[in-house]
């Protein structure tokens, strides 16, 4: 058996079975009948919340520099790739033409981020091929896959990953992320899921306002200007905060106060007088660099009475753990965070994959067709050759009157006659027997068509 039996693999009949000997006629079976080719699938290879900590999909993915564009390079097997990385999980999404070669070299460069001191992250590796990748990458697009189900965030951080991207993303790969951010907007619009849900910020500062008491009037110093720093300045001004103040470690902080006000910005030097004047911090970095360090808080807090509750919800930590020590420190983080999201509403769960469904199979359905548009091109190029050469023949012997309205006629008859056979493509197309069609075009008018996508 090799290491590859031992990932956990979605997308087979039973919708998430693990199986010990993966096999890739059964691949081959199973994505043709969901209308893919296996010999060109959609893989999905990555961790989430689910099975690893915060601070380790953290770490991944602070060594994840030029992951993407390293496969895309270095597997001639895989045509195209995008990371998603993000608070809630660390997944790389391929669009390849050898299932197990990609995923092998996907896995070998994950293992490399993470050894030598995350070597347990390589058996939690979760593999998703076809529908299920496509399924996957829409739920999580939803909302439906994160810590707190229908947070907002998580749309934006989905664009953002394509946008990272646009060096080593496929057209199927742009088509996937386009369609799952098609069905997001499906579902924040025909559902009540994003009020089912919160997000990681308003669930962090409940956890605040029932241990410590209500946000009116108090004192917040955000620490950092990442993806969460403008829902929590919205969530700190619908809770009555008193003043907030920014301090950013890579020099934001006054370009985010004048786009967020009524928030301060603080400079480098006023760190410790903030952290002395605070009620609450909230950190939202978007770096792995720390400012709060343990001798700097102590040093901040000496001679204050009251507790200072610290909301990291930054990815990689901006607080070490050391700080809980603290007497008089209290450290709320991603992973507590999750433990205390709230559970979702069935009713509006329901609802959301039901939408999600019908995106999966529209993009099947879709994409299927697309499997046929190398033999459609090949087809109505050969008949427009046949045809440009009668218009011209018809321009040198008739007038250009006569010429005009004949190449009208031949065009629309050529147009009439090519309509039912590319429809007839795109069908067979989505039932795997393209290939029927290619040598029928070989063999009737000499016309070779290569596999494409």
Known sequence: ?????????????????????????????????????????LIHLGLSHRSVRSAELAALSDRAGGLAARL?????????????????RFELYMDATEF???????????RDLADPDLPHIDPALAVYVGDGAVEHLFKVSCGLDSMVVGEHEIAGQVRQALADSDATASPVLRRLFQAALTTSKAVASGTTLGGAGRSLASVGLDLIARRFGSFGGRNVLLQGTGAYAGVVVAELIRRDAGNIRVHSGTGRAAAFAQSHPPVVPVHASGLPDSLRWADVVVCCSGTSTRQLTVDLLAEARRGRIEPLPILDLALAGDVPPEVDQLADVVLIDLDEVARHAPPERAAAVVAALGIVERGVATFRHTEGGRQADP???????????????????????????????????????????????????????????????????????????EAGR
Request: proline share 3%.
């Open 100 to 110: 197990h070669s990609a995923v092998d070299g996907a896995r070998n460069l994950i």
């Open 1 to 41: 058996m090799n290491d590859l039996s031992l990932l956990r693999f979605r997308g087979w009949p039973d919708g998430g079975s693990r199986l010990r000997c993966p096999v890739l006629e059964a691949l081959t079976i199973l994505n043709r009948s969901r209308g893919y080719d296996a010999r060109v699938p």
């Open 72 to 88: 895309v390079d270095g597997q001639a097997v895989v045509r195209g790739a995008v990371l998603l990385a993000t608070c809630n």
């Open 375 to 449: 033999a459609v091109t090949a087809m109505r190029a050969y008949v427009s050759g046949i045809i440009e050469a009668e218009v011209q023949a018809s321009e040198r012997r008739h007038s250009p009157e006569t010429a005009e309205a004949v190449a009208r006629s031949l065009r629309r008859v050529s147009n009439a006659l090519l309509h039912t056979p590319s429809v007839r493509a795109a069908e067979l197309a989505r039932t795997g027997e393209l290939d029927d069609y290619r040598n029928a075009l070989h063999t009737l008018f000499g016309i070779d068509v």
